[in-house]
């Protein structure tokens, strides 16, 4: 007591004198004011502090002489009193972390007493508080040797008190349940003499070591790391089976002290004081959180006030957009320079606090302004106090004025009250927010504040006063002074429910209702009280964060609640809290919104390393220099909504902030994971380099953080490029290198396996790239790979941190990094294992690394164990002379990852590790395989082709001897290579020698052994075994006798035989796993299995690894590698939602193939790595969402089709893969059809595609898949397309579109390289005959028109743009023609392409003509049946519709009319197809007919486009198309047709002028050049040679050109000569086609002459004269010997007969340089009058008729008739 009253007595004084000025000096000065004694009592020197004991005492003395009694008061009063008093303030608690707990055990530790002052040690429950003095709960159990003390829920005399420099031994035996202490060695006792200080305590979560210091104490905690140092436990301690707290520990233990740092934590439901009730809402209340004071009136009732808030804030809006109050919005809140002035205030200061509320600017009155200035002279607080000046300064809580206010203000009224009904439309663009609290009766108002807090809110204190709420201003100006923007800031907005209440007010029944309302938009505070608006109001500035608070000191049980609801056209709180509430008016309180309350200490945790500081004196003038150089660094975890960080290594005891950061970090993997890099790499600015290094080094981060970061860190920057490469991992693309022949499957000749995943591999893998991290990008292009990270430091850190996991597990240490075992080893050994699969270990740091999870068999040395005893032996004597740092730095533990007893996580790690080595085994097996390979096929070569050759020099063997020698080199490749393998069982004789055999035996044996298969050696003697009964019998009997005897003598051989290889590693760890424990995780089960088959699976693995090996040579090794980065890419979209930068990836990566060569050289390759197969599952992923036609990404989807189209082309054996996806393309054949753009690029285009031109898939197709083709497109013959009707196209009943697609398919599916496949022919006509609707409208039976009519009514359309298509005033038509230009569908030319189509499909599906000729029923009744749907006179209909040819305009261009919407020779190229097909053409009349009304039109109209402005239209292409491969071939089928046509002399001469005029167009195909050649030919040799004659008159001209159009002619006359040489040679002619004219004989003699002369001065081309010459010998052959003719005539005529082009030039003979004889001049003036006469007798005569003739005038008019001459 003497204590207390000095310390008070000086309190009292100290306070006294800092009222009067007085401040704190290092001397006594009275007159500046300064005393050295202004300091807190503890800080008192000793002789002060015992005057002021001494005369306290002395003033107790006084009393108790006086007769007064004192008395002592109990225990919780004082406990309670010392709380009262802060007393936490005068000690500070260390403890060790929770997690070092224990349970059970016997546990020592030391603590030294530096100083002898107050200090408490011992043992405390992982619950201990922070802000109670240790032995005054359950919690705590420790001895105070200042008093010499036990503490425990109360203190009792114990032992003796220390000294400085005492050591106390803290002894707790769990076992026993007892705890004792020595000093110095040796043990206290209590008063009876008892050596238990604590017992009979309850184990529960275990105890932790325990001190509190008190102010300026000292004291050390040894837990003993290191044993000796540890001073008194080989005496009490050792003897009796204690252990030191901290044995087998690598890292220092983490202490955690008491922090004073006021923070607001979560009302804990077993708080001591107080109790938080949850109140769900109904109908006609709102939900509540109500607060009750549980110990209210008990003894150990606290009376303190409690700060309370709830845990979520409501943010201001980032940028006010309403105004304050009385001001404008966005206008400065800063008063016009002439307010200032009339303000009169003494500084700039002042100014800012009058102007900071916001009042009106510069639309203030004088009036006003004397008002403003009235106001704040003489404000006054709620008590109607006149405030002081400092006070009025720093007060943000202002009296209201009465401005009116926008209808967005909070202001609340009585009559806006009293109607209860929302404004919904108002209510929904509020901003403004309301909660409430309820103080209940019983409860003093004068004791409770209500409002709003920010997250800065830190003070802490017993009571609490509106005046001492700290505020700041801020105030952003220039340099002259004047002020840009001010704001006052304060951390506390409340409101005095006291204000409230009046004494002459009744008290409510349900209490006092505080209304707290907040304007996000403007930053407005207001108030309520029981409805009514309160006066006092904040503003606060954008962006702050608000908390609802209460302070109150209990009066009653019940003391408060808040509540959170709602009034008339405000937002409730929950709207404000919650995002997703953001728009619901009905209140809600989840349960994450909770009540905190503000504690004065928390736990803070002691850091492991401190900053290392250099201090120096540097000189008296300058002082003291403090200097670090090594930073300290940590990383924190930020809270937002508190604004506070935090220690990532304190959330070891925040369990629910550690579980929520470690899915945190969950989600950051997640949304980066399967390659989405452009979220990895905005998570680089979240989670940098340097956190995530820091992270995974740190030993002290916790389990989950760990487990959590190396995830981040593999999922972010790795596993993109290991996900790629374990894509790869069955594949083998192994290039044919001098590397790869070097590959052997031992490394030497002792036939001992090597390390797997050392050496040699040349199996080509897609290539590591990264990208640079960068956060301002234009393009995504930096996003196409991960980020790049440090991978050499990286590796080095794994290496280093995974040999200290595997020594620190072989110790069994109770510390383990990360806290348990599992969070030691998974992070480390998946890191491990992923960069193992990219391949960043080098063979040295593989083997160091297997060989800690493993030494016995990942090692070279381990050859035999007598050989690796040897070495042991060497490696222990180079450890005893020190060897050097390398050997040292190889060292391993002597127990193995694998030996050691793991928990199942770390085992599924362990397996997936082990499958890839098993993987990387089987990879070198086939490596070897390919290598051995080559080398042996080449000697079996070499061999091959040593006997051909000794065989075909053989000159004397019989002719049955050299087929037999002759057999093997006349057989196919692989039936060569059966019989030169077939010596495996010696059953015939082999072509191959026998040193070819010894190899291929000596690899076999090689390779089984490195299977593991052990072939016994009974085996190889079993061809020289009896094989009679008895023989047999008695070789089984000696078999079994064997393995009886290997049975018994195994057991002791497995003890003393360690495994060496892989497979007996892995065969014995799985057995030692499944015994040791009960194996509860399935998926370890499973792992375990697959590993176990694995090992006696060896050559099933190689027979299921080799289809997929493939081949290739270096030159082609880069382009593969591009090859494969590209299918990686698509391999990693199958397992994300696709979106607009998936589409576009895959695009690319589809793109990059197709344009890569080695995708057209190596067709098998493509099929081995399964890219169909990926392109097939990417499409399932996007259209297996739903069932309509309408595709997301249509883009994608076309890609993906011409991907697969390409790949059916190049190769018939992924026509045939392809062919096993047929069903689900049919299935899904829908999409896609509807859009032009995507023509050929749809599924039924890839299911045509597999199909096209292969007869054997053609003859595989089942009768479902065409039936179900038919039922689509007997669909689309009874509804109209959805899509296109929805886009506004015109409903016509039908669907023509998508229709005609799957007639194109059935055409590929029943005609294959040019023939019919006559059972799919037969099948689709059966089909389609029996759903009429699949021939549209026209050809449906009843009711239909005809193939002509719609023919006709469809071009009707396509010139109508109402009917053809979209309307043009349509909006969707304008976007259509600007966004889809390639989508835009013309319905009539839709119609007459789903016609000609079926057409098409009709005649193909026709039976050949040698069935019909052979007389089958079934061809016979198909072709009766298409005639009766076609008819005759509709095909020549069609075939005689004109085009619509491309004219040029006036102005030069060219007017071309648009293919895609009428009528287009396409469309008539399936009509001749199916005249040809079905009816055939057998009579003359008939052809002559459609020559006339149908062939010559069209064959006309192309030579007139046959011009340099017209020949390249798409008109004049598709003309050539339609007459090069429909028309003239089947004219050249017809040409025996052509024969004595001579009454068609003038249209057969057209015809073959048109045909020779079109064959020199200069738009022709060699191919169409070719048929109109063939066709000519044809024609020509069926006329009569007289009707050649107008033909020679052309060919006379153009043929001595020898240009590049003469070939054909000069085959042509060469041909017509050959055959009609009598015709022109024999006076009597060719019997009836009589003789030659002299004409026809002229023309002959000028063709021979003119090739001749031409010949003659050309150079010599090998074809040219090729043909020219048989042309010369041909026609001079034909003419008579007898006839000549000058060669002076013929070069004349020549030279005025043609230009150099062919085409007719006249040159008259050349007068200018001629003079007229005069003799002539009177002939010629009588000529020029008869002329004259001549022209005008001529025009009277003419129009004589007609008018009344020409007469004379004076000017030429022709309308009058009249002329001058």
């Known amino acids: 007591m003497v204590d207390k009253l000095a310390e008070n007595a000086h309190n009292v004084w100290a306070r006294d004198r800092i009222r009067q000025g007085w401040t704190y000096g290092i001397q006594q000065d009275v007159k500046n004011r300064r005393n050295p004694r202004l300091v807190p009592y503890t800080l008192l020197d000793e002789r002060t502090k015992k005057s002021n004991k001494d005369s306290l005492r002395e003033a107790v003395r006084t009393l108790l002489g006086y007769g007064y009694n004192l008395e002592a008061p109990d225990q919780d009063y004082a406990a309670r009193s010392a709380q009262t008093n802060n007393a936490a303030q005068r000690f500070r608690i260390f403890r060790a972390e929770k997690t070092y707990a224990v349970k059970s055990g016997k546990w020592y530790f030391e603590f030294e007493a530096v100083t002898a002052g107050d200090m408490r040690i011992g043992w405390t429950r992982p619950g201990c508080r922070s802000d109670q003095e240790l032995g005054t709960d359950d919690q705590s159990f420790v001895f105070d040797g200042f008093k010499g003390q036990r503490w425990h829920q109360g203190n009792e005399h114990f032992g003796r008190s220390w000294q400085a420099g005492d050591v106390v031994g803290c002894l707790a035996d769990m076992n026993e349940n007892t705890m004792t202490f020595t000093l110095n060695g040796e043990v206290l006792l209590d008063d009876s003499g008892s050596e238990l200080a604590f017992k009979d305590f309850e184990a529960g979560d275990g105890f932790i070591p325990v001190c509190s210091l008190g102010l300026s104490q000292v004291g050390r905690m040894n837990f003993g790391n290191d044993v000796a140092t540890l001073k008194y436990f080989t005496i009490c301690g050792l003897q009796e089976g204690y252990e030191p707290f901290a044995v087998n520990m690598n890292r220092d233990i983490t202490i955690w002290f008491s922090k004073r740092l006021p923070q607001f934590i979560t009302v804990p439901a077993n708080h001591e004081h107080i109790e938080v009730t949850r109140i769900d809402g109904t109908v006609e209340s709102s939900p509540c959180l109500k607060v009750i004071q549980r110990s209210f009136g008990s003894q150990n009732s606290s009376t303190d006030i409690v700060f309370y808030r709830l845990s979520m804030p409501i943010e201001c809006a980032e940028v006010f957009s309403k105004m304050p109050i009385g001001g404008l919005a966005n206008t400065n809140i800063l008063p016009q320079k002439n307010e200032i002035e009339d303000y009169d205030a003494d500084s700039d200061f002042e100014v800012l606090m009058k102007t900071a509320h916001g009042h009106l600017a510069s639309t203030t009155s004088e009036k006003e302004k004397e008002n403003v200035k009235a106001e704040f002279n003489n404000h006054k607080d709620y008590n109607q106090e006149k405030p002081s000046r400092l006070k009025q300064r720093f007060m943000l809580m202002r009296t209201k004025p009465d401005y009116n206010l926008t209808h967005s203000s909070t202001r609340l009224t009585e009559e806006v009250l009293a109607d209860d009904r929302d404004d919904y439309d108002f209510l929904m663009q509020t901003t403004t927010y309301y909660y409430s609290v309820r103080i209940f009766p019983g409860q003093e108002p004068t004791n409770v504040w209500v409002g709003w807090i920010t997250s800065d809110f830190h003070q802490y204190d017993t009571v609490y006063e509106l005046e001492k709420v700290r505020t700041v ?172 960080s935090l220690d990532i290594l304190e959330l070891t005891e925040h369990e629910e902030l550690l579980k929520f950061h470690y899915h945190t970090l969950r989600l950051y993997s997640a949304v980066c994971a399967l390659g989405n890099n452009r979220v990895a790499h905005a998570l680089c600015s979240h989670v940098d380099e340097s956190q995530l290094l820091y992270a995974i080094e740190n030993k002290y981060v916790p389990g989950l953080l760990r487990a959590g970061y190396y995830d981040l860190l593999i999922d972010t920057y790795l596993n993109t490029y290991a996900t790629a490469r374990l894509m790869m991992n069955n594949e083998f693309i192994v290039p044919m290198t001098d590397e790869t022949k070097s590959i052997t499957l031992f490394p030497d000749d002792n036939r001992n396996h090597a390390v797997p995943g050392v050496g040699l591999s040349t199996s080509l893998r897609p290539r590591m790239q990264f990208s640079s991290t960068s956060f301002l990008t234009v393009t995504g292009e930096c996003f196409q790979y991960s980020p790049e990270f440090p991978l050499d430091i990286l590796k080095a850190k794994t290496i280093e941190m995974l040999t200290e996991a595997v020594q620190e597990g072989s110790l069994h240490v109770r510390d383990p ?194 299977c593991g298969i052990e072939l016994e050696e009974e085996e190889a003697d079993s061809d020289d075994s009896d094989s009679t009964i008895r023989g047999r019998l008695m070789n089984l009997v000696e078999k079994v006798t064997y393995l009886k005897k290997r049975q018994a003598e195994s057991p002791l051989d497995q003890e003393a035989k360690k495994p060496t290889t892989l497979q007996q590693l892995i065969s014995e760890t799985m057995v030692r796993w499944a015994q040791e ?172 595609a597999s199909v096209m031109d292969n007869n054997e898939l053609a003859l595989a197709l ?42 194109d398919f059935l055409r590929f ?99 050949e003509i040698h069935l019909i000729n052979a007389g089958k029923g079934e061809a016979i009744r198909i072709k009766s049946i298409l005639r009766s749907l076609i008819p005759l006179e509709d095909l020549e209909g069609v075939i005689s519709i004109p085009f619509q040819m491309p004219t040029v305009a006036k102005d030069g261009t060219v007017v071309e009319p648009d293919m895609s919407a009428g009528f287009c020779p396409d469309h008539k190229a399936a009509m001749v197809l199916f005249l040809e097909r079905v009816y055939g053409i057998e009579e003359q009349e008939f052809l002559l007919h459609l020559l006339e009304v149908g062939f010559l039109p069209d064959l006309r109209a192309a030579a007139s486009l046959d011009t340099a402005a017209l020949s390249a239209t798409d008109m004049a292409l598709a003309l050539n198309r339609y007459l090069c491969t429909a028309v003239l071939p089947l004219l050249t089928k017809c040409a025996p047709l052509f024969a004595g046509t001579e009454h068609h002399a003038s249209l057969i001469d057209s015809l073959l002028h048109t045909v020779y005029r079109l064959s020199k167009g200069c738009s022709l195909t060699k191919a169409q050049r070719d048929a109109i050649e063939e066709c000519l030919l044809a024609i020509c040799g069926q006329l009569r040679p007289s009707m050649m004659q107008h033909l020679l008159r052309r060919l006379v001209f153009d043929v001595p050109l020898l240009n590049e159009h003469a070939k054909m002619p000069l085959k042509l006359l060469t041909n017509h000569y050959e055959r009609c040489w009598k015709y022109y040679c024999l006076p009597g002619g060719w019997g009836s086609f009589g003789a030659a004219s002299e004409e026809e004989l002229h023309l002959s003699r000028k063709l021979f002459w003119g090739i001749f002369d031409a010949l003659s001065q050309k150079k010599y081309e090998h074809e040219l004269f090729k043909l020219a010459l048989p042309c010369l010998s041909a026609v001079a052959g034909a003419l008579p010997p007898d006839y000549m003719e000058s060669n002076y005539v013929a070069m004349m005529e020549k030279q005025s007969s043609v230009d150099t082009e062919g085409n007719f030039n006249p040159q008259p003979v050349a007068t200018l340089s001629v003079t007229l004889p005069e003799k002539l001049d009177y002939f010629i003036n009588k000529y020029a009058e008869h002329s004259h006469d001549k022209w005008t007798m001529d025009k009277m005569l003419f129009f004589f008729q007609l008018t009344n003739g020409w007469v004379y005038g004076e000017t030429n008019n022709e309308i009058t008739k009249v002329h001058p001459l």
């Open 473 to 644: 201003t801020v105030t952003l100006g220039d340099e002259k002074g004047k002020v840009h923007e001010s704001i006052k800031r304060s951390n506390c907005y409340m409101v005095w429910a006291g204000e409230s209440t009046s004494p002459g007010q009744g008290r409510n029944n349900n209490g006092l209702e505080i209304g707290c309302l907040v304007d996000t938009a403007s930053g407005l505070l207001t108030f309520t009280a029981n409805g009514k608006e309160l006066n006092t109001y904040y503003q606060v500035e954008a962006s702050t964060k608000l908390f609802a608070a209460v302070f109150a000191q209990a009066t009653s049980p019940n003391v408060f609640q808040f509540e959170l609801g709602r009034v008339k056209n405000v937002m409730p709180l929950s709207a404000g809290l919650f995002k997703s509430e953001r728009r619901n008016p009905i209140p809600q309180c989840p349960p994450r919104l909770h009540v905190q309350y503000l504690t004065p200490v928390l736990w803070s945790r002691v850091p492991n390393e401190f900053l290392k500081v250099d201090v120096s004196r540097v000189s008296d003038r300058h002082g003291w220099q403090v200097q670090c150089t090594e930073p300290l660094r940590f990383m924190s975890l930020h809270i937002p909504e508190e604004n506070r």
């Open 1262 to 1303: 089942r009768e479902p898949d065409l039936e179900k083709v038919v039922q689509y497109l007997a669909g689309c013959g009874l509804q109209s397309c959805a899509m296109l009707v929805a886009k506004g196209y015109p409903d016509i009943g039908w669907n023509p579109v998508e229709g005609e697609r799957y007639l």
């Open 1077 to 1248: 424990s009960v194996i509860e995780d399935p998926e370890l089960v499973r792992a375990m299995f697959v590993l176990l088959h694995r090992q006696y699976d060896g050559i099933g693995e190689l027979v299921r690894a080799l289809p997929k090996t493939y081949t290739i040579n270096r030159v082609s090794v880069e382009d593969t590698i591009n090859l494969l980065a590209s299918l990686g890419q698509i391999r990693s979209l199958l397992s994300v939602r696709m979106g607009k930068e998936e589409e576009k990836l895959m695009i690319r990566g589809l793109g990059d193939i197709m344009n890569n060569k080695v995708f057209y050289q190596h067709p098998n390759l493509m099929r081995a790595l399964g890219m169909h197969e990926t392109v097939m599952e990417v499409m399932v992923n996007v259209l297996g969402g739903g069932e309509s036609k309408e595709i997301i990404f249509p883009k994608m989807v076309a890609n993906c089709c011409r991907f697969l189209c390409y790949f059916c082309r190049i190769s018939r054996q992924n026509q045939k893969a392809m062919f096993d996806h047929l069903s689900y393309l049919l299935e899904n054949s829908s999409v896609g059809l509807a859009s032009p753009s995507m023509r050929g690029s749809t599924p039924l285009d890839v299911a045509a």
């Open 817 to 1010: 990094v990360g806290g348990s075992t599992e969070f030691l080893f998974v992070p480390l050994i998946k890191l491990f294992y992923t960069l193992l699969i990219m391949g960043i270990f080098c063979s040295e740091d593989l083997k160091h690394i297997l060989q800690l999870i493993e030494a016995s068999v990942f090692s070279e040395e381990a050859d035999t164990s007598e050989e690796k005893s040897e070495k042991d032996v060497t490696k222990d004597e180079q450890k005893a002379e020190g060897g050097d740092d390398e050997f040292r730095g190889e060292q391993v533990p002597q127990e193995g990852l694998l030996q050691m007893k793991l928990p199942e996580p770390v085992k599924l790690q362990m397996c997936l590790l082990l499958q890839y080595l098993c993987d990387c085994q089987l990879r070198h097996r086939i490596e070897a395989i390919v290598g051995f390979s080559d080398d042996f096929v080449l000697k079996l070569q070499e061999n091959q082709r040593f006997r051909y050759n000794e065989v075909m020099q053989a000159l004397n063997m019989s002719a049955a001897l050299t087929a037999k020698k002759t057999k093997e080199f006349r057989s196919p490749p692989q039936e060569q290579i059966n019989m030169l393998l077939s010596f495996k069982n010696d059953r015939r004789e082999c072509p191959c020698p026998v040193e070819v055999r010894e190899d291929l035996l000596d690899f076999h044996e090689d390779l089984m052994a490195h």
């Open 1309 to 1407: 599916a029943v005609f294959c390289n040019g023939e019919s496949v006559e059972e799919n022919a037969n099948e689709v006509v059966r089909l389609l005959i029996r759903r009429p609707e699949c021939f549209g409208p026209a050809l449906r039976g009843e009711g239909g028109d005809g193939l002509l009519s719609a023919m006709e009514e469809a071009i009707k359309i396509s010139e109508d743009p109402a009917r053809d298509g979209l309307s043009p005033t349509d909006e969707h038509s304008r976007s259509l023609d600007i966004e889809e230009e390639d989508d835009t569908i013309h319905m009539g030319n839709a119609i007459m392409t789903f016609y000609s189509a079926l057409i098409d499909l009709l005649g193909r599906c026709a039976p």
